[in-house]
């Protein structure tokens, strides 16, 4: 054997399909190999070629040792070490199991030497492809023999062998499997050899470009090579469509067939042994969704299979063993076909592989899933306008708007219709709660608002429910304090934890939600705060109240530097007022002091209430107030639907402070007396004499002109 395969090089050459030379090191294709370790080189002192892997010393021995390895045997075992050789005898189709008599009678199954049967250099139909990269035809791979196969019709019993498996002669005509009458070529020694057809043993071919794949199936020596099946043989492939859902890999070409017959795509390469191309794989991932390794269930098989999906679990390749008992007789998918398992029983096998795969994924979707039959529990709408649900149990309700759009307010009428037990009659902003009659737990977390101003914003909703003191089941929590990745951890395990306290969750106010991440503008962490909120509000069977800002087009559009100041605007140092002396207040959502003739409670979402800002007094009062005559009281400016704006604060006669100007959705700055009327971004002049406004007299500005008049003086 060894004089046959070139003292074992040609063993190495059949089961390492991968381009490698003689003293070179390269990757070991029979594992996960990610260094050029392994070598092939020949012994001087045994005088055959052996193969050394340095990275895996598991893959180092002589060309049986290498069989063996693939085959599952153990050539320090007699048995095994003799179906090594038979193995390879047959494979290589060295001809030394049953030798022929030079004779040139033919024995049964066996070869017959013959000579070169003239002109089978040349072309005709069984000539060795020649699209082979030159590359591969090296020095160290022999360039492949002439052969000649003659072809015939199909005959009545061969037609019938196949149609067992359920394979038609449409099926054999478009993967190009021929009926031979003759095969002949030569051995690597270039001695002549030659099959021919009988009807005890038929012979048949599976072309390609490449050449011939001969198939006997009912003889000893069961496959041929006409040709070089190159480095990446693989049959069925140009048969299969551009897209699909299911691609088996199976070990052998009627394997393929036999699949074909019955509906699925297949394709297979030169052995259950051989190594997958990944690039191949990688390639057909992008047209079918399941790759399923299908090999045969003897112990070669189910070894090679599972060591083919281990080294493609990054292609997400899947593993199928067939129910059977993996004799000779009952081993591949064409026995099980042949059993009488029908294409729908190999579909379920398929779907309890899914099941397998899939199992936790499906278990937890059950819950999931829709049963008519039995409704599920009707959702309580916590919060409505009218007829139309804004926030029921299990969802969110996002309320977004400008600044001073009055959106803390609003959700302080939110918490103020949570805490009542009973239905009444009170001012809700036009909405209806739903009663908190089992005194279940309502959560207020507010990131924007000074602990000081949020104590007073809570007064105001406990009198706006009719209460004098906070029911046990409200918490109110300022978070201004925590940084940002602080602050959804501290509520979600404070939701966690009153859920359990009381009994349940009626509602839940985030004043600020924007303020819990890092940038909002961030979609994927944005879209993963909505997510957690989401998830919360299912968990605890509770509504979600989120109060978000709202940037205007015309800010968003502006300089960097205006943009930057919108987001300083928000800040609640800067909006509370919460320095020394400062008045504070944020228009409506502060609500601060409130003009005589209207409640605090008038507050209007939207469009409308930018139109008119309930901050002022009627027009005629605020022009009175613009020519000072509230200067040094307790009056407030306001906003006229015509455009003018005036302060929004005047002084107050136990401090001196001069007030801040106030235009259309501007929040309000704090002034200091004694330093002229500075804001925060500079100082406030006189147009018309360019001077600076002393402290305590009040000033407008026109929006049509574009002038700051003073009436006291400058």
Not at 33 to 51: E, F, H, I, Q
Not at 591 to 620: F, I, N, T
Request: hydrophobic fraction near 30%; aromatic fraction near 8%; charged fraction near 25%.
């Amino acid at each position: 054997m060894l004089a046959r395969t070139s003292n074992g090089l040609d063993v190495f050459r059949h089961y390492l399909p991968v381009k490698w030379r003689v003293g070179r090191n390269f990757l070991n294709p029979l594992y996960a190999d990610s260094k050029a370790s392994c070598n092939v080189y020949y012994d001087r002192r045994s005088g055959t070629y052996r193969m050394k892997d340095f990275g895996n010393g598991d893959y180092s021995g002589d060309c049986f040792f290498l069989v063996a390895k693939l085959k599952g045997l153990d050539c320090r075992n007699a048995a095994d070490f003799v179906e090594v050789l038979h193995t390879i005898d047959r494979e290589l189709c060295l001809g030394l199991d049953g030798d022929s008599p030079t004779d040139g009678t033919v024995g049964t199954g066996g070869c017959r030497r013959l000579r070169l049967v003239p002109g089978a250099r040349g072309g005709g139909a069984g000539e060795a492809g020649t699209d082979t990269e030159e590359a591969a035809v090296s020095a160290d791979r022999p360039e492949p023999k002439p052969y000649r196969a003659a072809e015939k019709p199909f005959t009545e019993g061969e037609l019938v062998y196949w149609g067992a498996s359920g394979i038609t002669v449409e099926v054999l005509r478009r993967y190009g499997t021929v009926s031979l009458a003759e095969y002949r070529g030569e051995t690597r020694e270039g001695k002549a050899f030659g099959f021919s057809s009988t009807p005890a043993e038929p012979m048949f071919g599976y072309r390609g470009k490449w050449g011939v794949k001969v198939y006997r199936p009912l003889s000893e020596v069961r496959f041929v090579y006409g040709g070089h099946t190159g480095d990446n043989y693989c049959f069925g492939l140009e048969q299969l469509p551009s897209k699909g859902d299911l691609l088996f890999l199976t070990g052998g070409e009627k394997d393929v067939l036999t699949l074909a017959a019955h509906g699925f795509h297949a394709i297979c390469f030169n052995s259950e042994t051989s190594v997958i191309p990944a690039k191949t794989v990688r390639k057909l991932v992008y047209r079918f969704k399941h790759i399923v390794l299908l090999y045969d269930t003897d112990k070669t098989g189910l070894e090679c299979s599972e060591k083919h999906r281990a080294q493609l679990a990054e292609y997400g390749v899947k593993r199928l063993v067939l129910p059977l008992s993996g004799t000779k007789a009952e081993k591949d998918v064409t026995d099980y076909f042949k059993a009488g398992h029908t294409r729908e029983e190999l579909m379920g096998l398929f779907l309890k592989l899914l099941d397998t795969l899939y199992g936790d994924t499906l278990a937890m979707l059950k819950s999931c899933e829709i049963d008519y039959d039995h409704p599920p529990e009707q959702a309580v709408a916590i919060v409505t306008a009218g007829d139309v649900p804004l926030g029921s149990e299990e969802n969110i309700l996002c309320i977004t708007g400008g600044e001073g759009t009055g959106k803390s307010n609003y959700t302080a009428a939110l918490v103020a219709g949570a805490i009542m037990e009973r239905e009444t009659d009170a001012d809700l902003l036009g909405v209806r709660v739903e009663p908190n009659r089992k005194g279940r737990a309502v959560l207020l977390y507010d990131t924007e608002q000074s602990e000081q101003q949020l104590h007073k914003n809570t007064g105001r909703l406990l009198r706006r429910a009719g209460r004098e003191r906070m029911p046990e089941y409200l918490h109110v929590y300022c978070l201004t304090g925590m940084s940002r990745s602080e602050r959804l951890t501290a509520i979600v395990q404070s939701m966690d934890r009153y859920y359990y306290l009381h009994g349940g969750i009626h509602l839940v106010v985030i004043d600020g939600v924007a303020d819990l991440i890092r940038c909002a503008n961030d979609e994927a962490e944005s879209v993963a705060l909505i997510d957690e909120i989401y998830r919360l509000a299912g968990i605890y069977r509770t509504c979600i109240a989120a109060g978000a800002f709202r940037a205007e087009r015309t800010e968003a559009a502006g300089t960097p530097r205006q943009r930057a100041a919108t987001q300083v605007r928000r800040h609640p140092l800067h909006r509370e007022g919460r320095e020394p002396g400062g008045v504070g207040g944020e228009g409506v959502e502060g609500q601060g002091r409130q003009p005589a003739g209207h409640s605090a409670d008038a507050v209007q979402m939207g469009q409308a209430s930018r139109d008119a800002r309930l901050c002022g007094r009627e027009a005629e009062g605020g022009e009175r107030e613009a020519q000072g005559e509230g200067a040094g009281g307790d009056g407030t400016g306001g906003v006229r639907p015509a455009g003018e704006v005036r302060l929004h604060r005047t002084v107050r006669a136990d401090t001196g402070d001069a007030g801040s100007e106030g235009t259309d959705g501007e929040r309000l700055h704090p002034l200091y007396a004694g330093k002229g009327n500075h804001r925060k971004g500079g100082r406030l002049l006189c147009t018309r004499t360019g001077k600076s406004l002393r402290a305590g007299w009040s000033a407008s500005w026109n929006a049509s002109t574009g002038r700051r008049n003073c009436w006291k003086g400058c």
